[in-house]
């Protein structure tokens, strides 16, 4: 299954800028949700500077806020533009 780039990063983005869930962050990075916590609580990743995953093209704001809607919902990575 296909894993977004600079999963850290992109955890440290999503922590700062959306509602999401430590357990949908983490399921979208592929990291435990404990080390998305302690990423939150500044643990871990000090210092690494967030990276967009919407203005990357690996997110859409839509499948953002469809899983801040619904704490069930898991962020889906969108598709390729290169193969």
């Known amino acids: 299954m296909p894993q977004p780039l600079m999963p850290k990063a ?6 700062e800028k959306t509602s999401l869930s ?3 962050i983490a399921d979208f990075v592929k990291m435990h949700p404990l080390e998305v916590q302690a990423i939150a609580d500044g643990e871990v990743a000090q210092g690494i500077i967030g990276y967009d995953p919407v203005a990357n093209g690996q997110l859409t704001r ?10 069930t919902a898991r962020l889906v990575l969108a598709p390729a533009a290169v193969p």
């Open 10 to 15: 992109t955890a440290v983005w999503l922590i």
């Open 22 to 24: 430590f357990e949908q």
């Open 62 to 71: 839509e499948e953002i806020a469809r899983c801040e809607a619904d704490p």
